[in-house]
């Protein structure tokens, strides 16, 4: 997962079939963070995953921040706002990972993917940005696909099935916060501060954790098998987030958001590929209200910004 970006409002064309281009692979192999995940969780608590994807973010990331020289660049706000991301970011990997458990990888992210609809919401809340009728109708029809996604997984798995919903509100917040940060802050440098605390926060768990037999937070060290898993997640997590990062560095936000929704056919592809996992009829249907309803309020949003002049914050993840 990567930090917010402003792109430049004056991209070229091919600036902007750059991006897309970028963004279509970032999306296409994020998946794959969710299906390592999954492997890896059989026999490694989803907090100690969570804690190791943290910590290669961080490893990988590390060298990009030493060489433009904004890992110092901090203050006591800048400190406790990067606090505030870094626990938020902990929710929301936590909760997603240890719905993986139990949960089909495609179910997981369209139930997730109502953090648009989340985001929207709580833009009109807290930073009183106008949101119309047509949005609000729009949000409620993408919780009604989301549930039509959740109904069964409720019944197949119990209300564990609630939790990529926790990870979007988690997600939605993080961005939030970070809209408040971006404008003046190094990608980078956030990216990495973020990361670091959320496996220091991380790791205080697993360290209460450790001996409770929590098959969330009691950490175990794992086989050869597992650590590779790990190793993959990490690898891709970070391929992932540094190729959306250049991709809204070279397109506008407004172009490139709706091709975050590629993830969920990709991960419908990775999980009938691995697991034989495929959503029924009624997850379909589900699905494709959410995507729609999606799609909606990007466009809505494209539009208002457009005739308003605004040049939007854009979510890489």
Known sequence: MTSLT??????KG???SFGLGLMVIAVLIAPLIDIFSKLAIVTVPSAQITAIRFVLQMVFILPIVLWRGTLFDLTWKKTGLHMLRGG????TMLSFIT???VMEVADAIAIFFVEPIILTILGSIFLKETIGWRRYTACAVGFLGALLVIQP???EVGWIALLPIVSGFGLAIF???TR??????????????AGLWGA???GLLLLFGEGTGSAVFDPVTPDMTASLYLLCVGVVATISGVLGVYAYRAAPASVLAPLQYLEIVSATIFGWLVFGDLPDALKWLGIAIIIASGLYIIWRERRINKSAGIAPVSPAI
């Open 6 to 11: 402003t792109p430049s409002s004056f991209a």
């Open 14 to 16: 091919s600036d902007i």
């Open 88 to 91: 938020l970011l902990l929710i």
């Open 99 to 101: 719905t993986l458990k």
């Open 153 to 155: 997984s409720m019944e």
């Open 175 to 177: 961005l939030l916060v």
């Open 180 to 193: 408040m940060v971006a404008q003046s802050e190094d990608p980078w440098s956030m990216q990495f501060h």
């Open 200 to 202: 220091l926060f991380c």
